[in-house]
């Protein structure tokens, strides 16, 4: 089992950075895939970062890609989500996720954590 919770949520102008941490809990961190997720109002939860247990492979959403950078640290059961040159269709929830199949899908994770807000203002 694994607990995840996000921080570094907030209000940001367009054009801005925000590093959002993960802070996961259980002693199989390491071997879990994790992935970033985010649903805007009335919309879907939809897949933006993902990265293998190993961190040596990432996967972005093409809208994120070149703008934001996932990253892990194992010996801090941590994963952290880089976000630059922010958008103001970058506004939504934005959860952890951690998983054992696909770290490019919904369905490959099974861990959740409870959200943070980013709103990126015009």
């Known amino acids: 089992q694994v607990q995840l919770v996000e921080s570094g949520g907030g209000l940001v102008q367009a054009g801005g950075s925000l590093k959002l941490s993960c802070a996961a809990s259980g002693r199989t961190f390491s071997s879990y895939n994790m992935g970033w997720f985010r649903q805007a109002p009335g919309k879907g939860r939809d897949f933006v970062a993902g990265i293998t247990w190993s961190g040596t492979s990432t996967y972005y959403a093409d809208s994120v890609k070149g703008r934001f950078t996932i990253s892990r640290d194992n010996a801090k059961n941590m994963v952290y989500l880089q976000m630059n040159s922010l958008k103001p269709e970058d506004t939504a929830v934005y959860y952890c996720?951690?998983?054992?199949?696909?770290?490019?899908?919904?369905?490959?994770?099974?861990?959740w954590g409870q959200g943070t807000q980013v709103t990126v203002s015009s």
């Open positions: 996720a951690a998983g054992s199949a696909s770290p490019r899908i919904f369905s490959g994770y099974n861990y």
